[in-house]
T-cell receptor, first 112, second 115 residues
Framework: GEDVEQSLFLSVREGDSSVINCTYT??????LYWYKQEPGAGLQLLTY?????DMKQDQRLTVLLNKKDKHLSLRIADTQTGDSAIYFC????????????FGAGTRLFVKA | EAGVAQSPRYKIIEKRQSVAFWCNPI?????LYWYQQILGQGPKLLIQ????????DSQLPKDRFSAERLKGVDSTLKIQPAKLEDSAVYLC?????????????FGNGTRLTVT
């Protein structure tokens, strides 16, 4: 089946690390993505990882993929108040054509 | 490069009225998507185009929703007649092609309120 699940809320203090977790069910996932959505805006691509990788680092962002457990995480180092937003996990699955399925999003609150 | 353009930004209509949204994708992007995002939820795919052909419209409520991309560039999404449960943000996205290595780029969306 096609399902992406995320916890709904995360609250951290400024300067701490944030870890946002996601699980997915479809084993035919090819790419997995993290998007950020600020109020009143569309989704902005943060980073993505190919399904045969287990880690990707991009400045303050680290993505970890455990394909066996179908678990994806996004770690934001030195979290800033500007990181407050909703973070969506998404998977691209090959159904003959490619389809991108999104989770419900994790709302990150950063306390000064 | 210019991003995905959508209009209008906001629309308020009464139930049973009709409404149309417009989207202009990033230049050169062959694949265009319309997503519906209900408050507190993730985006749900309504329809996916590859150039001017429909790839996936399995989640589109075809009794009231229609979409077209006649020249393979910009696209319109129409709702006729609207219901209260259609209140949502309608997001347009585009990608270079259909492959998973082509991530989606989103517009800012149209917020629809049906009263």
């Amino acid at each position: 089946g096609e399902d992406v699940e995320q916890s709904l809320f995360l609250s951290v203090r400024e300067g701490d690390s944030s870890v946002i977790n996601c699980t997915y069910t479809d084993s035919s996932s090819t790419y997995l993505y993290w998007y950020k959505q600020e109020p009143g805006a569309g989704l902005q691509l943060l980073t993505y990882i190919f399904s045969n990788m287990d880690m990707k680092q991009d400045q303050r962002l680290t993505v970890l993929l455990n394909k066996k457990d179908k678990h994806l995480s996004l770690r934001i180092a030195d979290t800033q108040t500007g990181d407050s937003a909703i973070y969506f996990c998404a998977e691209s699955i090959d159904t003959g054509g490619f389809k991108t399925i999104f989770g419900a999003g994790t709302r990150l609150f950063v306390k000064a | 490069e210019a991003g995905v353009a959508q209009s209008p930004r906001y629309k308020i209509i009464e139930k049973r009225q009709s409404v149309a949204f417009w989207c202009n994708p990033i230049s050169g992007h062959a694949t265009l998507y319309w997503y519906q995002q209900i408050l507190g939820q993730g985006p749900k795919l309504l329809i996916q185009f590859q150039n001017n052909g429909v790839v996936d419209d399995s989640q589109l409520p075809k009794d009231r929703f229609s979409a077209e991309r006649l020249k393979g560039v910009d696209s319109t999404l129409k709702i006729q007649p609207a219901k209260l449960e259609d209140s949502a943000v309608y997001l347009c996205a585009s990608s270079r092609n259909q492959g998973g290595e082509s991530p989606l780029h989103f517009g800012n969306g149209t917020r629809l309120t049906v009263t």
